[in-house]
Nanobody, 124 residues
């Protein structure tokens, strides 16, 4: 069992930055790949970024590539999402998720555990 708790999101102006964190409980965090997904109002949840268990591989949605960075600290059992150059279309509830396969995936169905989500609002 892995419990995931995201940090508070917030409201930021367009062009600004925000860093989300997701703290995991459980002794096997470093075996899991971690992902970030988001769901905007009226839209389906979508992939944002993923990182393999070793941080050797990272994956990004085209919409955030070059602006967002996913990283992890296995010693702290925490995964981060650094979001720069934010746009109003980045407004969504952001979720972190854990995948026991360890490699990282854009496919939501491959994730075993999910956080409760945190709201990020980007004002224009």
């Amino acid at each position: 069992q892995v419990l995931l708790v995201e940090s508070d999101g917030g409201v930021v102006q367009a062009g600004g930055s925000l860093r989300l964190s997701c703290a995991a409980s459980g002794r096997t965090f470093n075996r899991y790949a971690m992902g970030w997904f988001r769901q905007a109002p009226g839209k389906e949840r979508e992939f944002v970024a993923a990182i393999s268990w070793s941080s050797g591989s990272t994956y990004y949605a085209d919409s955030v590539k070059g602006r967002f960075t996913i990283s992890r600290d296995n010693a702290k059992a925490t995964v981060y999402l650094q979001m720069n150059s934010l746009k109003p279309e980045d407004t969504a509830i952001y979720y972190c998720a854990a995948d026991h396969r360890g490699l990282g995936s854009q496919n939501q169905s491959e994730y075993d555990y999910w956080g409760q989500g945190t709201q990020v609002t980007v004002s224009s």
